[in-house]
């Protein structure tokens, strides 16, 4: 009888190691769109780009400028709520509003751009405004205090920091707007390491991610087009989304998805665009304007069924005809460089 419950159970196993060796079909994972101008995240099939219905609706919990969605360890979405200068956390099953992650203005947060977690577990947050912040800082990935001010306003001469990932090297990374750089900074201390990539004037760089070749993706929201740095390097490679065919108008974050391909949000087509992964050309409107009530395409995130693929992981409303949802010309303003 033992023998038999041992055959049996071998069998159980055997079984199940062999079916989890098998391509099985799998729920499609989803893209989730901000909609900047009615304060909401919406959700879609990342396979055909059709629409699924209003992961966060509208106003919920406070949201005012929804930028910067990322997945957290939890697996609950922390989105950045720009005009209430605070981070707020949704169940990232349902969208329900959880609670107030970072409070208003904690640690001097003003005009927050973009997020991410890093290895430590923290989150770092870019704080834009460059009269009274101008920096990146640091809160606790579990409780949302304040830890400290992780780079110091203007370290490395950083104005207007954007953008921001940390790197395969375990370094910070960050879009330094007004000064058309890529900034770098020691991911353990927060120190300023070096001017990693310039770009030409006028490209006010945005949203960044690296690639699984591990280059550096850049979104330059003053010229329409995706440009591509060597990860070690900092060297241009190439422009790699050069916008010939003109559907791209204001880019503001490349993401790539499961399928290789490139997904970036368009703002001032209000779409989300997808091109080829490996070669940069143009493939499809991904999400079309206004398709299931989006109003202001801004960041992205995946999601998949089990496990999360984050983005690594942007002032009134009337700014949006430049690049409103993301703060730009909220930053250029500010600066007395919009005119």
Do not use: C
Request: no cysteine.
């Amino acid at each position: 009888m033992i023998a038999r419950h041992y055959f049996q159970a071998s069998i159980l196993v055997s079984t199940l190691v062999g079916l989890s060796s098998l391509n099985l079909p799998v729920e499609a994972s989803e893209l989730l769109v901000g909609s900047f101008n009615n304060d909401s995240v919406l959700r879609y099939d990342s396979a055909t780009g059709n629409f699924i219905d209003t992961l966060i609706s509208s106003g919920s919990g406070g949201l005012d400028g929804p930028v910067a969605l990322s997945f957290g360890q939890d697996q609950n979405l922390y989105v950045i709520s720009l005009f209430t200068d605070n981070i707020l956390r949704y169940d990232g099953q349902t969208g329900a509003f959880i609670g107030e992650f970072v409070t208003s203005g904690n640690g001097g947060l003003d005009s927050p751009q973009d997020l991410t977690f890093g290895a430590d577990g923290h989150l770092y947050v870019s704080s834009t405004n460059s009269q009274t912040s101008n920096n990146i800082l640091r809160f606790d990935g579990e409780t949302g205090e304040f830890i400290d001010e992780f780079v110091t306003a203007g370290s490395g001469g950083v104005v207007a920091p954007f953008g921001l990932r940390f790197g395969q090297d375990g370094n910070l990374y960050v879009s330094s707007t007004l000064t058309n750089q890529i900034l770098r900074y020691n991911g353990e201390t927060g120190n300023f390491l070096d001017v990693f990539a310039t770009l030409n004037p006028g490209s006010l760089p945005g949203g960044l991610t690296f690639g699984e070749d591990d280059n550096l993706y850049v979104a330059n929201f003053g010229t329409n087009n995706i440009e591509r740095y060597d990860g070690v390097t900092g060297e241009l490679i190439d422009v790699f989304v050069d916008n010939s065919g003109g559907e791209l108008d204001g880019p503001v974050q490349p993401v790539f998805g499961e399928d290789g391909n490139l997904y970036i949000s368009s703002l001032n087509t209000n779409t989300v665009l997808r091109y080829d992964g490996e070669t940069g050309d143009f493939i499809d409107e991904f999400i079309s304007a206004g398709a299931g009530g989006l109003d202001g395409a801004g960041w992205l995130a995946f999601k998949e069924e089990e496990s999360i693929s984050v983005p690594e992981s942007f002032g009134g409303k009337g700014l949006i005809g430049f690049i409103t949802m993301i703060g730009i010309r909220f930053l250029l303003r500010k600066n007395g460089s919009l005119y």
